[in-house]
């Protein structure tokens, strides 16, 4: 019974990583997944700092969601983190979503995935978006603080629809 299954299982296996070969491209949008990450300076983020990013997706217009990820470092003295981007469409709109990182829980835990005094989160803004290609997107943070220290990079994910 033992060999009979074994058999089983070598017969099967290229059938099984041919179908998760396929469920994986198929969920794939080539070409139009974009992502770009902005550095820091160590002396902090000033309240005026607005990063932009621009997309470059393969299409000259891509529908999808945005995702937006904050790295901070261990001593960032707030629990949670409030940002404001602002997105352009194809009429020259531009939207403005406010974003609220929640990065620790009540017990003043990050919640974040990282090591030591390094921690990523990652949002995902709440409406679909149409980016633009070359037309830049926005962020800023909007907490009430001259200059914020311990935010080391934001990066902005597009994932197609």
């Known amino acids: 019974m033992k060999v009979f299954s074994g058999i ?6 290229p059938f099984a990583v041919i179908l998760l070969t396929a469920a994986a491209v198929s969920c ?8 770009e990450y902005r550095g820091l300076p160590s002396e902090g983020w000033c309240y005026g700092d607005t990063l932009r990013f621009t ?6 217009i891509a529908t999808g969601h945005l995702m937006v990820a904050i790295s901070h470092e261990a ?35 990050w919640k974040g ?14 409406r679909r978006v149409t ?3 070359g037309v830049p997107l926005k962020v800023r943070h909007i907490m009430q ?4 220290r311990g935010i080391s990079q934001v990066g902005i994910f597009f994932i197609p629809d």
């Open 8 to 13: 089983l299982a070598l017969l099967l296996m």
């Open 28 to 35: 794939s949008h080539p070409g139009n997944d974009w992502s």
């Open 55 to 60: 997309p470059a997706p393969y299409d000259s």
């Open 75 to 109: 001593d960032f003295g707030y629990s949670e983190l409030w940002l404001e981007v602002l997105t352009t469409d194809t009429d020259g709109h531009v939207s403005k979503d406010t974003v609220s990182f929640p990065l620790s829980d009540n017990y003043g835990r």
């Open 113 to 126: 995935t990282g090591l030591a005094t390094h921690f990523q989160m990652t949002d995902t803004l709440h």
């Open 131 to 133: 980016l633009v290609k």
């Open 145 to 148: 603080a001259d200059t914020l």
